[in-house]
């Protein structure tokens, strides 16, 4: 058996962790944060709201089903590095068509494996996400700390604009019918045009969408509202994507000059964030965040009963709550584990948002109802809109 290349994790704290390197040999600097869902690491480190970050992964084996394209949430690994317990000797999936550490080496991420993840997790949700950096080629600590402790803050960075597409462009594929789990009556309809405001979306979030019966038009995040009205859509959706929502302020601006459109609007994660801060809101920062699959969200209004979502989760900043109480929005769902705001809609006007990805790629399906709920209010604004011109 070959020897296994050392590497080493130093996190901003000064503790560092000596594993094995995997993927790309290097250096990686970024925030560290951990991900307990056991399934799904593909979609995980192609998400693009990920830029930035080094994954933990608490599940204990990573690499069991390799990799396939069509699981992509975007076009390459989004991550800086990803931190592992064990990584699979043999892959052994039939889409699989390449090992995750030859998938990782070709896009130059670096993975450090043999880590405790699970004493590591323990630690960041006690001191909470800090930087860290993994190395094959620095295996001194004192040297890897110091390029840590000169490395940014995720607080105040705008990833938004870098994680977004160059080009305006229509996205037209749906989910394959083996795995549509909705019931076609559902997903048919008058075509809606969306235009999908792009901030790092991820791939099943348009493809939800177009599986709905949208026309999806996806256009960058610095694109200015009279452009995204120049289409004139039946609604606007505000993508999720990586960094500070905060910092976002182009697109936060934009969601301004929207609402006064009166157009219906659908947000997730950090389109629910900017659509929040657009609507008066503050954002903080989340101790460790909440990245994972089973994450509880309750539905507050009257009629849902209270329901509670599964839901899969990626964020590192939430909305304040108190913000809201001289908003023209009401919080319409809560983070159970927490009691954060993971749902938001506008008093008046059809525009609502969610904290989580119903989209779920990977995740549960309990929150598809949401794309659902978009298309419905799209149909009948667009209704209410001829009857008034009439
Ligand atoms: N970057 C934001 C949003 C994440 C997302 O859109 O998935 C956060 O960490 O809170």
């Not at 699981?71 to 990803?82: I, L, N, T, Y």
């Not at 929040?276 to 969200?297: E, I, V, W």
């Not at 809609?345 to 790629?361: D, G, N």
């Amino acid at each position: 058996m070959a020897t296994k290349q050392a590497a080493i994790l130093v996190l901003a704290d000064g503790t560092c962790y000596r594993g094995y390197a995997f993927g790309a040999s290097g250096t990686a600097i970024g925030e560290v944060v951990f991900n307990t869902g056991m399934t799904g690491y593909q979609e995980v480190m192609t998400d693009p709201s990920y830029r930035g970050q080094i994954v933990t992964f608490t599940c204990p084996e990573l690499g069991n089903t390799g990799v396939t394209p069509e699981d992509d949430e975007s076009d390459r690994p989004q991550v800086r590095g990803v931190i592992a317990r064990n990584i699979t000797a043999l892959p052994s999936n039939w889409r699989s068509r390449q090992s995750l550490p030859d998938y990782l080496k070709a896009h130059n991420v670096v993975g450090i494996a043999g880590i405790d993840t699970r004493a590591l997790t323990r630690k960041l949700r006690s001191l909470g996400a800090m930087n860290g950096g993994i190395s094959t080629e620095i295996l001194d600590p004192e040297v890897l700390l110091a390029k840590v402790k000169a490395a940014p803050s995720m607080q105040g960075q705008n990833l938004a604009q870098a994680a977004s597409t160059d080009r305006i462009y229509e996205w037209a594929d749906k989910t394959i019918p083996e795995w549509e789990f909705t019931e076609p009556s559902q997903l048919t309809g008058e075509a809606m045009t969306v235009v999908a405001i792009d901030f790092g979306v991820k791939r099943n979030i348009l493809r939800r969408l177009a599986s709905y019966g949208c026309r999806v038009i996806v256009v960058p995040a610095d694109t200015p509202a009279e452009k995204i009205l120049s289409y004139n859509p039946d609604g606007i959706f505000l993508s999720n994507g990586p960094g500070d929502p905060a910092a976002v302020t182009q697109g936060i601006e934009t969601a301004k000059a929207l609402l006064a459109a009166d157009k219906p609007m659908f947000g997730i994660c950090l389109g629910h964030q900017i659509l929040g801060l657009s609507m008066g809101g503050d954002t903080f920062k989340l101790k460790f965040g909440h990245r994972g699959l089973n994450q509880p969200a309750q539905n507050q209004a009257e009629n849902a009963d209270r329901r509670v979502e599964i839901t899969s989760q990626n964020h590192g900043f939430a909305l304040t709550g108190e913000s809201f109480e001289a908003s023209p929005a009401i919080l319409t769902h809560i983070n159970l584990n927490d009691r954060t705001v993971a749902g938001l809609e506008h008093k008046t006007l059809p525009i609502f948002s969610v904290q989580y990805h119903p989209e779920a790629s990977p995740g549960p399906h309990d929150a598809d109802y949401l794309f659902e709920r978009f298309v419905n209010s799209m149909r009948e604004h667009k209704n209410n809109s001829k009857q008034v011109a009439a």
